[in-house]
């Protein structure tokens, strides 16, 4: 766990980590309620939080004057990369690949050909974690636009492939 703050006999007390210059408090302090924010959230702000209530005379008692949080920083997928695997002549069969190199959590992907032949595809020629659609035994009314989306919770963004047969 990492502590971060402290109350003592009517002190709070943030210690010194990165994270110091981006925390606020919601309320004044000293007060009843030290709840506070974090600004310009990063992904290693990502963790265990714990809230340490001493107070000045009184005796200790494990565990109950700690408040534990954990917090998960969501990261939106980055613009992912589009890729051809194989030959793309009439009767092959080719892999097209998507990844994004950022995302929490992990992305999820979907392949999709464009208008003016919209077409959704599903398992097994896509798989979906891995971003991968397989096309197979090819023919020249496959050729299109294909467009390929990375998607998490906290965002989507999209990348595309020319695929001509």
Not at 68 to 82: D, E, G, K, S, Y
Not at 133 to 159: D, F, H, I, P
């Amino acid at each position: 766990p990492v502590q971060i703050l402290s109350y003592l006999g009517g002190k709070v007390k943030v210690e010194e980590t990165d994270l110091k210059p981006r925390i606020g408090f919601l309320h004044s302090v000293p007060g009843h309620n030290i709840s506070m924010f974090i600004n310009a959230t990063q992904e290693q702000d990502s963790g265990q939080y714990m809230c340490s209530v001493n107070m000045e005379d009184d005796t200790i008692r494990p565990g109950k004057d700690i408040g534990i949080i954990n917090l998960t920083v969501l990261v939106p997928p980055a613009v992912p990369t589009c890729q051809l695997h194989g030959n793309a002549v009439v009767g092959a069969n080719v892999t097209l690949m998507c990844s994004s190199k950022k995302g929490k959590p992990s992305p999820m992907y979907q392949w999709q050909r464009e208008p003016p032949t919209l077409q959704v595809f599903f398992p097994p020629a896509q798989d979906r974690a891995r971003g991968t659609l397989k096309l197979t035994n090819l023919t020249l009314e496959m050729s299109g636009v294909y467009v390929c989306r990375a998607e998490n919770q906290a965002g989507s963004k999209n990348c595309s492939i020319v695929l001509e047969v």
